[in-house]
């Protein structure tokens, strides 16, 4: 690694939306490459960098011997069950699937209090993320989308709040209508989700019919939000 490092476009979306000054906690942080990043630069009053394993918690004290970060704590713990509501105001969970962070904050209620910021980004099922936030009082502030090693990963800035979504924004976003990669991520959606319903339907069990169907729901909803995203913005 070379002595000053950039950090990957998927994380460095995530350091630009962190607030200047923030005491922040970076769950599964592996080898801490943004709180380290964000505090050489002076963006955070402190960091926590936790991992569930110690393998990737050496690498992040590793990660910050070798650039010198002062004001980070490293803790071995399971989500946020070793990090009290008081010790962070911004909790970035980052690089794992939809339904583990979902698990993370259902095991923390307290991050919906309002008085957090959770910036978030599934690697995976970010639709089982979506519903989680929508039926357990949270609100997506503002999503983004980012390429990444040719992988597109979306975004969230969640807080405490009301939120109400459509099956169409549970799947392709729910404030991605001006992105610029709004199109392409629901087209990717669309595809995945036909070669899912064209095997469904070579099944003979009932219950995967019933499952096809769902899903033809969903492609449904995801091709009328494309038709909107194209409204929106092609002239």
């Given at each position: ?110 991050t919906a ?12 099922r970010a ?96 091709l009328a ?11």
């Open positions: 690694m070379p002595k000053r490092f950039e950090l990957p476009p998927r994380l460095a979306l995530i350091a630009s939306w962190v607030p200047p000054g923030t005491k922040l906690a970076d769950v599964g942080t592996d080898h801490a490459y943004l709180p380290v990043w964000l505090s050489l630069r002076g963006r955070v009053s402190c960091a926590i960098a936790s991992d569930l394993r110690k393998g990737p918690l050496e690498r992040a004290r590793e990660t910050g011997r070798t650039y010198g970060a002062q004001n980070i704590d490293y803790r071995l713990g399971d989500g946020l069950a070793f990090i009290s509501p008081e010790e962070a105001d911004t909790i970035v969970i980052a690089g794992m699937g939809g339904e583990n962070i979902a698990a993370i904050l259902s095991a923390a209620p307290w209090d309002g008085c957090h910021t959770l910036l978030l980004q599934p690697q995976t639709e089982e993320l979506r519903r989680f936030l929508a039926d357990h009082g949270y609100a997506i502030q503002r999503e983004a989308l980012v390429m990444d090693r040719s992988i597109l990963y979306p975004v969230m800035e969640v807080q405490g709040g009301a939120m109400a979504l459509s099956l169409g924004q549970l799947w392709g976003g729910a404030k991605l209508l001006h992105d610029p990669l709004g199109e392409k991520y629901i087209l990717e959606k669309i595809i995945r989700l036909q070669g899912a319903v064209a095997g469904l339907n070579r099944s003979g069990v009932p219950a995967d019919r019933e499952k096809a169907e769902g899903l033809r729901d969903v492609l449904t909803a995801l939000m494309r038709e909107e995203w194209r409204h929106a913005n092609c002239p």
